[in-house]
Nanobody, 113 residues
């Protein structure tokens, strides 16, 4: 059974940075496409970033140039480095493995002064 556990969220001021982690068990991440989604308050969940087994990455237009998805194969963990954070980035962030229909529990990111 695939389990994904996110961590690293918190409260940060505009312009700040956070690095989210998604640790996996029951699978090997490097063989799977991994995605980060977010769900802002009162809005639908949206795709933020994707990384393929070949390490090809893709980003939502709203985060291009500010966010970076990466993977540490030795730790079986996927990361989302978020820089230049804006209040509009406030959301619960989830990692997802589409091939296993697996989701983490989410981690709250709040950007506020």
């Amino acid at each position: 059974q695939v389990q994904l556990v996110e961590s690293g969220g918190g409260l940060v001021q505009p312009g700040g940075s956070l690095n989210l982690s998604c640790a996996a068990s029951g699978t090997i991440l490097r063989f799977n496409t991994m995605r980060w989604y977010r769900q802002p308050p009162g809005k639908e969940r949206e795709l933020v970033a994707t990384i393929t087994p070949g390490s090809k990455t893709n980003y939502a237009d709203s985060v291009k140039g500010r966010f970076a998805i990466s993977r540490d194969n030795a730790k079986n963990t996927v990361y989302l480095q978020m820089n230049s954070l804006k209040p509009d980035d406030t959301a619960v962030y989830y990692c997802n493995m589409p091939t296993a229909s697996a989701w983490g529990q989410g981690t709250q990111v709040t950007v506020s002064s």
